[in-house]
């Protein structure tokens, strides 16, 4: 059975940083696999937040955390992170860590997830 594990979470003032940490087990992801980030702000819908395919060729983000927020993945300890910098208020959800066996543009608009992590919450204070 496939899991995604999230760490990383917590409590940081604006501006500040958090690295968040995404174990996957159960399987190895092939080259054509996908996997990334998605947050749920409260009383909002989830959205994507970034995405790195399995070869690390690609990496896509959201416009609102571009050139703050770095994803990279570790292929031997099948995991992925997301650096999180010059963190703001409206940074603050559940960080959900997800997985694909699909392209990357698709895993972007929330298409073709075959896992999905029980989130990992980010609070930014100001």
């Known amino acids: 059975q496939v899991q995604l594990v999230e760490s990383g979470g917590g409590l940081v003032q604006a501006g500040g940083s958090l690295r968040l940490s995404c174990a996957a087990s159960?399987?190895?992801?092939?080259?054509?696999?996908?996997m990334g980030w998605f947050r749920q702000p409260p009383g909002k819908a989830r959205e994507f937040v970034s995405a790195?395919?399995?070869?690390?060729?690609?990496?896509y983000y959201a416009d609102s955390v571009k050139g703050r927020f770095t994803i990279s993945r570790d292929v031997a300890k099948n995991t992925v992170y997301l650096q999180m910098n010059n963190l703001k208020p409206e940074d603050t959800a559940v960080y959900y860590c997800?997985?694909?066996?699909?392209?990357?543009?698709?895993?972007?608009?929330?298409?073709?997830?075959?896992?999905w992590g029980k989130g990992t919450l980010v609070t930014v204070s100001s």
């Open positions: 159960g399987r190895t992801f092939s080259r054509y696999a996908t």
């Open positions: 790195v395919s399995w070869t690390g060729s690609a990496t």
């Open positions: 997800a997985a694909s066996d699909g392209g990357i543009r698709a895993f972007t608009l929330g298409a073709n997830i075959d896992y």
